[in-house]
T-cell receptor, first 118, second 113 residues
């Protein structure tokens, strides 16, 4: 089965350390999303890409977060320096949109990277 | 702008009760509509989808119909089970517009035996 793969699945790190989360979208999917989920805020869209170009990263704190797609098979989300308030589950999702009356396709989510910053 | 509004929980039901979770949306064009489910401690799984008006998505006894005239995509199940306890998210994806996947805030469902 095709699936979105995220690494690491779990990460515990100390405040101030750099954290890099990786995502391998489903082969052929050209739209990639990064979401963060916390108890307080729920699901927040951090950034999304189409054809590797960032379309919107307004949900991401720019001073410490960065998102890139070095190639079509890899998306990265980096936090530097990390802070305890960054503790959350980070989800990557991918899809392949179609335009027109039956627009859209299925968006598939990875299993998440569960980050704890102490 | 695009948005999704779903009924706020938590929703608590007894086993075999009927479930409805309301979802309405605003969007330009012809978005695809989804219901995702998140079981405790797990990621988001696609439950069902509909890509055009009047389509009905169904899976595991759950159903939702894409109603363009009321901009709704309500989730229903005739007889819930304890194993259905989870958080349910309604979402739309406007692949013909800005490609943004927009979620509702989620509805926590608890089913008691």
């Amino acid at each position: 089965d095709a699936r979105v793969t995220q690494t690491p699945r779990h990460k515990v790190t100390e405040m101030g350390q750099e954290v890099t989360m990786r995502c391998q979208p489903i082969l052929g999917h050209n739209t990639v999303f990064w979401y963060r989920q916390t108890m307080m805020q729920g699901l927040e869209l951090l950034a999304y890409f189409r054809n590797r170009a960032p379309l919107d990263d307004s949900g991401m704190p720019k001073d410490r977060f960065s998102a890139e797609m070095p190639d079509a098979t890899l998306a990265t989300l980096k936090i530097q320096p990390s802070e305890p308030r960054d503790s959350a589950v980070y989800f990557c999702a991918s899809g392949l949109p179609r335009t027109g009356r039956s627009s859209g396709n299925t968006i598939y989510f990875g299993e998440g990277s569960w980050l704890t910053v102490v | 702008g695009d948005s999704v509004t779903q009924m706020e929980g938590p929703v608590t039901l007894s086993e075999e009760a009927f479930l409805t979770i309301n979802c309405t949306y605003t969007a330009t064009g012809y978005p695809s509509l989804f219901w995702y489910v998140q079981y405790p401690g797990e990621g988001l799984q696609l439950l069902l989808k509909a890509t055009k008006a009047d389509d009905k998505g169904s899976n595991k006894g759950f159903e939702a119909t894409y109603r363009k005239e009321t901009t709704s995509f309500h989730l229903e199940k005739g007889s819930v089970q304890v194993s259905d306890s989870a958080v349910y998210f309604c979402a739309h994806w406007n692949g013909g517009s800005n490609y943004k996947l927009t979620f509702g805030k989620g509805t926590l469902l608890t089913v008691n035996p």
